[in-house]
């Protein structure tokens, strides 16, 4: 199978074909669940008595929910989105990159991505994004395969088809690996399943799969009994990156700044609770799953509550709190790569949201 990197020409592509979709209804949309907790509704009541409307906030995930989202389900629960004016929507993504696509071409007000692609995609192809703040401050990303397989770093993946969900740093990832081995992206076979990741490695389709996070489908795996192992990408030539980030639009800041600040405080309220009581907080994220489509497994989330809170906190820095150097760090990496075709410009990146 001839394999290409796609960069970023794909998501721009997604972005004008979204900005002229005019009154069509985009695949995020036809997919979305607006989840609210129960009780929760469009109206507050102001000190005085009064019924106050609520301005709409549509938040865009990076996949169906889990763990890793328990601190905005907690924040719609315990109402602290409505204390700051907010009604939250939640949507779960029909293509890998909705977050992004969505959010640049103003039909989200944020959405949840990965650092080293909104690097790539606003210096490579100016799509109109800008950051918020980090959600989770290291990798979860792995590669994974079954144990069978005998692969356990990158130089066993030679000679193997890869499975990934389609974000260009993946691809770039298996290069960066490749390369610090001595090998060539050319020996490995790239094969982009979409959000099937589990399913194309149980089924054999694949040979290992990398896009896969250690907090979600390797516990999930191993809970349904399946023999399966995983390396770290960080130990094979793989930046210590920034996994899980908040972005918005560039129109956004501009127009809607108080809106997404007070997004801002309200996250950082839910996720305060999350880090006070991990197992009350997951319990509000099960309450409110989408048991028909998107059905979680107790264990699997309690296991990942485990891993990602040392990955989400940092005593230094306050939750969504953006650094910096991480980003600028990124970025060179990303130029040395040659992934991006110029020096990014982290400080136009980051968006100016009074706090």
């Known amino acids: 199978m001839k394999k290409r990197m796609k960069m970023a020409a794909a998501v721009m592509a997604a972005v004008m074909g979204m900005m002229t979709l005019g009154g069509c209804g985009t695949a995020s949309e036809k997919s979305e669940t607006a989840v609210q907790a129960e009780g929760t509704d469009a109206k507050q009541t102001s000190e005085d008595g009064k019924s106050q409307d609520l301005k709409e906030i549509n938040v865009v995930l990076d996949w169906y929910p889990n763990a890793i989202h328990t601190f905005i389900y907690t924040a719609i629960e315990r109402g602290y989105y409505a204390e700051e004016g907010l009604n939250v929507h939640v949507q779960f993504p029909a293509n890998t990159n909705d977050a992004i696509t969505m959010t640049a ?3 989200a007000d944020a959405g949840l991505y990965y650092q080293p692609n909104i690097i790539s995609t606003a210096t490579n192809q100016d799509v109109p994004v800008k950051i918020l703040g980090t959600i989770v401050q290291h990798p979860l990303n792995i590669v994974m395969s079954m144990k069978s397989s005998n692969i356990t770093c990158a ?32 020996d490995v076979t790239m094969q982009d399943v979409g959000f099937d990741l589990n399913t194309s ?10 896009g896969t996070y250690i907090n979600h489908e390797y516990p999930a795996l191993q809970k349904e009994g399946y023999d399966v192992t995983y390396f770290d990408i960080t130990k094979e030539g793989c930046p210590d990156y920034e996994e899980l980030v908040l972005v918005t639009g560039e129109n956004q800041v501009k127009n809607e700044s108080d809106k997404l600040a007070k997004f801002i405080r309200a996250s950082r309220k839910g996720f305060q609770d ?10 509000i994220l099960l309450n409110n799953q989408d048991k028909a489509n ?26 969504l709190t953006i650094n910096k150097e991480s980003w600028q760090n990124t970025a060179d990496w990303l130029l040395k790569m040659g992934i991006i075709t110029k020096a990014a410009d982290i400080d136009a990146l980051i968006a100016d949201i009074p706090q």
Do not use: R, W
């Open 294 to 319: 998107y059905p979680l497994d107790s264990e699997v989330e309690e296991k990942s509550m485990e891993i990602l809170l040392p990955l989400m906190a940092d005593n230094s820095t306050d939750f």
């Open 105 to 107: 071409a103003g039909q």
């Open 155 to 186: 130089k066993d993946l030679k000679g193997k088809i890869i499975g990934y969900p389609g974000t260009v740093d993946n691809e770039y990832f298996v290069k960066a690996m490749m390369e610090h081995n001595g090998l060539s992206y050319d």
């Open 201 to 210: 490695l149980i089924s054999g389709n694949v040979d290992a799969v990398i």
């Open 274 to 283: 999350v880090l006070d009581d991990p197992q009350g907080c997951l319990q």
